[in-house]
């Protein structure tokens, strides 16, 4: 059904499946308490993908990362806040390309369909979550399962068997 459409931007999608696996949406620093800039980035593209079940274009999912992202509201804060939001989406595009191509291949997200483009004659993708990426997204942002999670993760860190196991 969503295969058809769902073709990565710049290499071969096999070449990326050897590369990817689902741990870089999970991906912290060693002391595991703070995420990694692009786990973040990975996390707040399916928060966003949640909030739009009818799908969303690149242009609006990139607007939204430079005010809601993290790493990148702090990078356009400061002396960088007047930095045009056009050029601000074009310095990050291949990077928020990156990071939507490495969904489709951990099939989190596909290429919906093709629209016009607003401000040209060409066409660009609308992207929506996969039944999978919508599980993943709705168990990741579920604050009560996070916390059930933390408790599990703590209580097999400090015990040497795991008594949480059904045999």
Known sequence: MHKSLSRVHSIDKSVISQLVDMSIIFATDSDKKVIKNDASLYQDILRYGMKHPTGFKFTEI???LLVNNAEFSEEYSG???HV??????????HRIERHLDNLIT????YKKRLVK?????SYTHVYDLTEIGIFLSEFLFDQTRVKILEIIDAYTRTSDSCGLCIY
Not at 84 to 93: E, H, Q, Y
Not at 106 to 109: F, K, M, S
């Open 106 to 109: 951990l099939d989190l997200i």
């Open 62 to 64: 990139g607007k939204w």
């Open 117 to 121: 483009s607003e401000k040209n004659h």
């Open 79 to 81: 002396s960088k806040a």
């Open 84 to 93: 045009p939001n056009s050029t601000k989406l074009a310095l990050k595009r």
